[in-house]
């Protein structure tokens, strides 16, 4: 998503041949096409960061564009219902937060949040938040090439980056490419591809795999639009929450589990040497520092991991939930969440680091799917290609 969008800004803007490499047969194989298609309403970010500001933009921009390419598009909104009673000043803050960023956030009682989603329960109040929609990611992703291929953008599949010979110059599964400038928008390897580069040594991505349920057609809960948890916000996972896509169906989660492959969507495959022990060294790290609450997280999504404890988490956010009602669910897609090995932190906003030649998208986890095309220009912006 990200590289296609900086890719169409890169063109507009610049002209020139700009051509995108892609180790896969096809566009959207992992976290692009794997995510749950929530274009999110700037609710859980703090007020003039990068993040409030490109995901309030991108949210409206993204829904124009579903509008103006009839791409299916659930705009029901979301609740945010809490569950705990040390929950309420957590959603008092998400209010606060979701106001100051320019969303459409408002209180609801009991009996309006049953308005809004029957199943849905919570401690005293509510927030309902409107311009939360859902789309299919899968259809964005096919638009979106299909425009920057019109407009010029050259592709360039089973092409996979394999080092940098010299600033100017990678080699690839398909020999070698001469470029002018190298923008590295690649997920869950934009960390070995910008330290190739001299860029980002104190970052390194840590891969978490977010499984999904789906709600059984026959399940006696109805979900309208989406009903999340209060998040814990000092770390960058929301949590299990239920999601109506646009066809219908409605998934439950994700889970955030540490795995020990970068792509390892299922059991052992995917696993390597290199990621288990960096997954590991870092994982007993945050552990003992328990920076932001990791352990408590850890815990939860240890907790998930078994069916019955994903069960009991979801059944906190609605009424009616049955064990038989959770199904096996969508594909898995992997967060790249990054980490600040200096300071042990898992970091939360958006990061983008120049470096000889090239400018690295090191951090572009939840929101940039729905800040994509704002995010395209922020980082095109970083650099000036005219000079």
């Not at 009682?109 to 929609?133: C, F, M, Q, W």
């Not at 795995?259 to 007993?284: C, I, K, T």
């Not at 069916?307 to 992997?334: M, Q, T, W």
Request: some cysteine.
């Amino acid at each position: 998503m990200v590289g296609v969008t900086v890719a169409r800004e890169l063109n507009r803007r610049y002209g020139g041949r700009v051509l995108v490499i892609d180790k896969e047969a096809s566009p959207a194989m992992h976290a692009s096409g794997r995510n749950s298609g929530v274009l999110h309403a700037g609710l859980y970010y703090q007020p003039h960061s990068l993040k409030a500001k490109l995901c309030v933009e991108g949210n409206r921009r993204m829904r124009e564009y579903c509008e103006f390419k009839r791409i299916p598009l659930s705009a029901a909104g979301k609740v945010v219902v809490a569950t705990r009673p040390e929950e309420l000043p957590v959603l008092e803050e998400l209010h606060r937060r979701g106001t100051a960023n320019g969303a459409r956030v408002e209180w609801v009682d009991n009996k309006g949040l049953r308005e809004i989603e029957p199943s849905a329960r919570t401690l005293e109040k509510a927030l309902h938040v409107r311009d939360t929609a859902v789309v299919d990611p899968g259809t964005i992703m096919d638009a979106l090439v299909s425009d920057a291929m019109k407009e010029g953008v050259e592709f360039a599949y089973q092409c996979r980056w394999e080092r940098v010979e010299n600033p100017g110059r990678v080699r690839t599964t398909r020999g070698p490419i001469e470029y002018g400038h190298l923008f590295n928008c690649a997920g869950l390897f934009a960390d070995r591809v910008a330290h190739a580069c001299g860029v980002g040594r104190e970052y390194r991505i840590l891969p978490f795999r977010g499984g999904y349920y789906r709600l059984s057609p026959n399940s006696r809960v109805q979900v309208r639009g989406n009903i999340y948890p209060v998040p814990d916000l000092q770390n960058p996972f929301l949590g299990v929450h239920f999601t109506r896509r646009p066809d219908g169906e409605v998934t439950v989660g994700p889970t955030a589990l540490p795995l020990a492959g970068r792509e390892q969507y299922a059991g052992f495959r995917g696993m390597n040497l290199e990621d288990s022990v960096s997954m590991g060294r870092y994982l007993f790290r945050l552990f003992t520092k328990n920076q932001d609450h990791f352990r408590s997280l850890a815990w939860r999504e240890i907790v998930k991991m078994s069916s019955a404890g994903f069960y009991r988490e979801a059944r906190r956010l609605v009424d009616g939930l049955e064990r038989s009602d959770l199904v096996p669910g969508k594909r898995p897609g992997i967060r790249a969440q990054l980490m600040n090995t200096r300071t042990g932190e898992l970091i939360s906003d958006f990061v983008v680091e120049p470096g000889p030649r090239s400018t690295h998208v090191l951090n572009a986890v939840s929101p940039a799917f729905t800040s994509a095309l704002p995010f395209a220009e922020h980082v095109v912006r970083t650099v000036n290609l005219g000079e």
